[in-house]
């Protein structure tokens, strides 16, 4: 009798083991496409991504930079102080982008040119992503809204 209340046990406690395992499998290859990695634009220059990658790239719209193009094709330099990466995107950019404005764009990097497919820029007077700030403090250029 005894046995059998082990052996049950034991059965119980791997057919969990398994049930966990198999969900955390699922929700890695459920969340695969959803992770996107930050990074700056001295980061991207330092060390290309993989055409096939997927990352979001912030900073600052360099000042002058903005071009747009024929239809809703725009082009435009990110920088965060220290390096300014290259950007085109297609589509209709929210109402508050412009130059010298933080910005936070998804997409990949292909022969040197970010190709944005997202576009997010601030929403208020003092709103800019978190990622772009701490970017900007390492480089040593960010200055407080107040100053």
Known sequence: MRSI???RRIQLILAAALALFGATVLIGVAMKD???YF???SQV????PAASEVFRIGGLVETGSLQRGQGETVRFRVTDGAQA???TYTGVLPDLFEENQGMVGTGRFIDG???ASEILAK???T???KEVVDALKEQGVYQTPDS
Do not use: Q, T, W
């Open 39 to 41: 990074r700056s634009p």
């Open 34 to 36: 959803g992770i996107n």
């Open 127 to 129: 709103y800019m992503p």
């Open 123 to 125: 929403h208020d007077e």
């Open 113 to 115: 040119v970010f190709e």
């Open 85 to 87: 990466v290259d950007v």
């Open 5 to 7: 209340k082990k052996r």
């Open 45 to 48: 220059m330092a060390e290309p």
